[in-house]
């Protein structure tokens, strides 16, 4: 099904606010969630680069990569990736079990509830300075960041038919990048004056407003369920813990986006690795490095909220997911095929910018579409159980790629990086071979 035509930018977006009360809240939702997860986000960073391995680690742990001859600094990155998917492996039976025995009105809330109560402890963690709070606080960030938004893209496709996600969800995610540059600003200018320790509470408050934002959008959840008589989300799902990783098996459409977000990954991972070896070589201070990075996150986050105003809607309502998910993975194997011949600074941080815009602006609302048309398992336990568990393996495997590959220099790294986009390229004909299959609308 084909939009109408409709005024682009500001203008469609105070259009679709007027047209959808669910909009507002769902606008508040992401905002609120993005800008609580980036005011976190540079303590992750600055905890992961300290040179304090007892801030970052607990001493037990230090003594005993010690007393087998490894320097545990030369594999911090490593060390905490590998933890963070053994992590994921044992929370998404826990999240399976609680999809599967409580309704949407009880597990939504718990996630966030959840979220929240650990903020508290964080805050006295950090007030009080506990050792190896820092590898602690990275793997909930990066815990947090995938589920939290896992749950949040699940929950708008309950709220929003395949029509309106394609009309709407290029603006929800302006709002989230909205967020994104909130939360960083909030962070510069509040931690010198109230320590990181206050920050948790900061965090928490905005996802106190998530809370509220789930409340009011379960109104349009049931009223569209009745409307076009889907199965009811205020009922339990069922079901064994392990279905989402079973439908991933299962079902061809699922094992493609798995596969899809598998290289997705590998390209982003291959690349920010790789930019922090050239960044590391080519800037000796850490007030330049910082500056070079925070320049990149200003220049992705403008170019994102760009991309989703004027085009992502366009895109999504005329000519489908196809452009949106093929225009980022070609942009990337043009980028990295560039960066395997020159691999300076500048190239690097304007491929990384592209490809993180690309993805955040394009590639991401493209795929959630797809769990609109699909029923609440796929999109609670297989969608959950793809952007954890398979993410986080990913992540954790190009990791270590990067760590082989770039013992004989940027070129080949980049070099391995076109072929990764290359099969990226390929994961996502399969994804628009098999969405041919699914129901237009639901």
Known sequence: ?????????????????????????????????????????????????????????????IDGFAARGVALQDFVLQFLFT?????????????????????????LPV???????????????????VPGRGMAFFFWVMVFNLFAVAVFWSFMADVFSNVQARAYY????????????????????LVQRVGIANLMLVSAGFLSVCLLCIWRLRHWAVQREQAQQLVSGEAPMGGSVLD???????????????????FGV??????YNQQASIVRAAFTDPEARTAFYSHIDLAVNALTLLVQLALTRWLLSRHGIAPALLIPALAVIVGFSVLAASPLPLL???????????????FKPARETLYTRVDRQWRYKAGAAIDTVVY?????????LHKGLSLFGSHVVFIGGVVVAGLLTVSAVGVLREEKTLPRDR
């Open 170 to 189: 290029g603006y929800i995610g302006a709002a989230g990048t909205l967020g994104a540059f909130l939360g960083p600003l909030l962070t510069g200018a």
């Open 83 to 107: 933890c963070v998917f053994l992590i994921m492996l044992v929370l998404q039976p826990v999240y399976g079990w609680l999809v599967s025995r409580y309704p949407r009105r009880v597990f």
């Open 244 to 262: 989402g990783l079973r439908l991933i098996v299962r079902e061809p459409l699922l094992r493609w986006l798995a596969i899809m977000v598998v």
């Open 348 to 362: 690097v941080a304007v491929v990384q910018v592209v490809t993180r815009a690309s993805e955040f602006s394009l």
């Open 1 to 61: 099904m084909t939009a109408p035509s409709r005024p682009r930018g500001l203008r469609g977006l105070a259009l679709a606010l007027r047209e959808s009360p669910a909009l507002w809240w769902s606008f508040l939702y992401f905002f609120c969630l993005l800008s609580g997860y980036y005011v976190l986000r540079p303590v992750r960073e600055a905890m992961a680069a300290s040179d304090d391995l007892q801030t970052l680690f607990p001493q037990a742990l």
């Open 392 to 400: 986080r393996g990913a992540d954790l495997s190009f990791t270590w």
């Open 111 to 129: 996630v966030y509830g959840f979220f929240i109560i650990t903020l508290l402890g964080f805050y006295a963690m950090f007030d009080s300075g």
């Open 266 to 271: 590998g390209v982003g991972t291959l690349l």
